[in-house]
Nanobody, 124 residues
Framework: QVQLVESGGGLVQPGGSLRLSCAAS????????MGWYRQAPGKQRELVAG???????KYADSVKGRFTISRDNAKNTVYLEMNSLKPEDTAVYYC??????????????????WGQGTQVTVSS
């Protein structure tokens, strides 16, 4: 019933920029928070940035000052503006939403949904 569709990944040179988008759709009652996680080969998945329903944000130390997370509540969409990209930022980026949804007549509260992932590669 709920889908998170990511877009905007690709190949960029060090110092470049990318803008990721994630749109949530389906039987959504409300969204509590949305965020971006990333996972590089051989590493654990980590939180990159998050934003709650009140607009409060949180960033990983490694991206502070370079990445900006924002949202469009009317579109159920979250964005991640990535600037001054480094090779260390190379990873699969996953959109996450913690939301309240209805599926087959059942309400799921604060349920985790994940996007399929989009590859970001920073290389010369």
């Amino acid at each position: 019933q709920v889908q998170l569709v990511e877009s905007g990944g690709g190949l960029v040179q060090p110092g470049g920029s990318l803008r990721l988008s994630c749109a949530a759709s389906g039987s959504i009652i409300s969204i509590n928070a949305m965020g971006w996680y990333r996972q590089a080969p051989g590493k654990q998945r980590e939180l990159v940035a998050g934003i709650d329903s009140g607009g409060r944000t949180k960033y990983a130390d490694s991206v502070k000052g370079r990445f900006t997370i924002s949202r469009d509540n009317a579109k159920n969409t979250v964005y991640l503006e990535m600037n001054s990209l480094k090779p260390e930022d190379t990873a699969v980026y996953y959109c996450n939403a913690k939301l309240n949804a209805r599926y087959s007549g059942t309400i799921y509260s604060n349920y985790d949904y994940w996007g399929q992932g989009t590859q970001v590669t920073v290389s010369s």
